[in-house]
């Protein structure tokens, strides 16, 4: 009953950490999606997910809302498309003016963007500025003014705007208001251009169709909507398409930023391939010592339990009784 009861213990205790190695290398992947909205490299949510060039830079809330965090504040990231061709996120900004308002100019909040990160304003944003103080402001129709003024073309805030007239859901909201459309090179020229401006919005050109590229093909392909257009690059390494090809999802080490692909069982550093390969004949290699080592121990504290009987047996000159029977 005591050798019983002190093998068995410690055989689990030398199997015990093989299991709980095993255990632990269960990793969550990476969340995929955020309220509808795809979650794809180089993005995550999750830290170490994606590439560390977006690291803290989206969220996704309790609620499930996906935001884009900026040094002007956090905004809800509406679609994000990872086309290698033309990756971006468009975000709605609820500072900005909207249709609800109509004539009514809340404090605006100059949107912007870290310029340490690899996102930039995008050129299908247009920017329409509300109730400019001409005296501080070039508002006049862009044609006319830049025959005159050809060097001078791009400071003009284009009051013949097309978005102006055709204002998106509610073309006579503004009742009145002078509308023109600028698109500002920098955050330091939006500020500027709102010191002088009642309030302003950003209307982007959303793809509907495989009409015609750009605004040209508008009308067959692509609709106005509010918001503003994020353009953002996409860090691709022959890493990264290995770890991908081989069912991971590329990721990278929270304390150094290195690259990891992220796995079902464990991060590697190369493919899910290799990493499985390793995990399968570390465990049997694991399992196996513990087996040995466990029966090693098993016959020593036999032959330990053995003597101790033994050395305690009481003399009877030779005859085998019921008090001292070893077997």
């Known amino acids: 009953m005591a050798y019983s009861s002190l093998i068995i213990p410690f055989f689990w205790l030398i199997l015990f950490p093989q299991f709980l190695h095993l255990a632990k290398s269960q990793q969550k992947l990476c969340r ?19 590439s560390p060039y977006y690291r803290h830079i989206v969220k996704c809330t309790a609620a499930g809302e996906l935001l884009l965090l900026t040094p002007s504040g956090k905004y ?37 963007l870290d ?28 044609p006319h003014f830049c025959r005159r003024f050809p060097e001078e073309c791009d400071s003009v805030c284009d009051s013949g705007s097309f978005l102006c007239r055709n204002l998106p859901e509610c073309p006579g909201a503004l009742r009145g208001g002078s509308c023109c459309a600028y698109y500002p090179e920098a955050a330091e020229s939006l500020r500027i251009m709102l010191r002088h401006c009642a309030t302003y919005t950003g209307v982007y050109w959303k793809n509907i169709g495989s009409g015609g590229n750009g605004k040209a093909g508008a009308a067959f392909s692509q609709v106005p909507e509010y918001g503003v257009r994020v353009d953002f690059e ?25 690259f990891l692909c992220l796995c079902h069982k464990r991060n590697s550093t190369t493919n899910c391939h290799d990493i499985e390969h390793k995990i399968s004949k570390a465990a049997v ?25 033994r050395a305690k047996a009481p ?13």
């Open 32 to 50: 995929k999606s955020c309220g509808g909205v795809p979650i794809q490299y180089p993005f995550g949510v999750d830290d170490g997910c994606g």
């Open 315 to 327: 003399v009877t000159h030779g005859v085998q009784t019921n008090d001292n029977r070893i077997f």
């Open 115 to 142: 310029t340490s990160t690899r996102f930039s304003l995008s050129r299908e944003t247009e920017y329409l500025f509300f109730n400019c103080s001409t005296d501080e402001v070039a508002v006049e129709s862009k």
């Open 234 to 258: 996409i860090p691709v390494t022959s890493k990264c398409l290995e770890c991908e090809d081989g069912g991971g999802t590329c990721g990278f080490d929270t304390q150094n930023q290195s």
């Open 285 to 309: 290699a694991g399992v196996s010592i513990a087996v040995s080592v466990a029966a090693a121990v098993g016959v020593g504290m036999g032959v330990w339990y053995v003597r101790r009987v």
């Open 76 to 112: 809800p990231i509406k679609n994000v498309t990872y086309d290698e061709d033309d990756p971006h996120i468009v975000v709605s900004d609820p500072f900005m003016w909207s249709c609800r308002d109509g004539g009514r100019f809340r404090p605006p909040r100059p949107f912007s």
